[in-house]
């Protein structure tokens, strides 16, 4: 199975400043055959189910504030969150859809307001 | 609108099997493309993927549970259900339901339900 390794476990930001997320794969998320990276960021708040907020590494779900980004390519993978606003604090999670029926998902991020 | 409920018991003793009903609304699983998958989420840990199945029957399975789970769906009835055997106290957990649905290629994640915690006690 491919491992997803997420970086920091907890990050603590100002209101307004950056937040970035790390996360990186044990092995390639990119199909070559069309230059996707299979993977998704999801947020969760406390007692709620994870949200989705970003696919194919980059593309925003509908709906998702554009303060939130993914990028990266391959094995290594960032989300940012450009201007942290109170109701982003959450826990983050990766995940790897690049095997059908082999999803992973990364440890988590918890995310607070400094 | 697409929404989905997970359904079950809350608390199971050890050893029982666990039978767990996500039951959805807003999409079809005749249509291809169209899956459900069971993810779980310990108490304060990380989400743990579980088991799918899709338009066409197929079936997958994580490959740590795969011996202990069997997944199944009642198109008819818009329903999933997900039986987990041998349950021990560390299977304690909330059970969320999602769907993916291959459209875009894309085997994320979309529509999850509110899940349902199952504690594993005597």
């Known amino acids: 199975d491919i491992v997803m390794t997420q970086s920091p476990d907890s990050l603590a930001v100002s209101l307004g400043e950056r937040a970035t997320i790390n996360c990186k794969s044990s092995?390639?998320?990119?199909?070559?055959?069309?230059?996707?990276?299979?993977l998704a960021w999801y947020q969760q708040k406390p007692g709620q189910p994870p949200k989705l907020l970003i696919y194919w590494a980059s593309t925003r779900e509908s709906g998702v504030p554009d303060r939130f980004s993914g990028s990266g390519s391959g094995t290594d993978f960032t989300l940012t969150i450009s201007s942290l606003q109170a109701e982003d604090v959450a826990v983050y999670y990766c995940?790897?859809?690049?095997?059908?029926?082999?999803?992973?998902f990364g440890q988590g991020t918890k995310l607070e307001i400094k | 609108q697409v929404t989905l409920r997970e359904s079950g018991p809350a608390l199971v003793k050890p050893t029982q099997t666990l039978t767990l009903t996500c039951t959805f609304s807003g999409f079809s699983l005749s249509t291809s493309g169209m899956c459900v998958s069971w993810i779980r989420q310990p108490p304060g840990k990380a989400l743990e993927w579980l088991a799918l199945?899709?338009?066409?029957?197929?079936?997958y399975y994580s490959t740590s549970l795969k011996t202990r789970l069997t997944i199944s769906k009642d198109t008819s009835k818009n329903q999933v259900v997900l039986t987990m055997t041998n349950m021990d106290p560390v299977d304690t957990a909330t059970y969320y339901c999602?769907?993916?649905?291959?459209?875009?290629?894309?085997?994320?994640?979309?529509?999850w339900g509110q899940g349902t915690l199952v504690t594993v006690s005597s």
């Open positions: 199945i899709d338009w066409d029957d197929d079936k």
């Open positions: 999602a769907r993916i649905y291959y459209g875009s290629g894309s085997s994320h994640f979309d529509y």
């Open positions: 092995q390639s998320v990119l199909y070559s055959s069309n230059n996707k990276n299979y």
């Open positions: 995940q790897q859809y690049y095997s059908t029926g082999m999803y992973t």
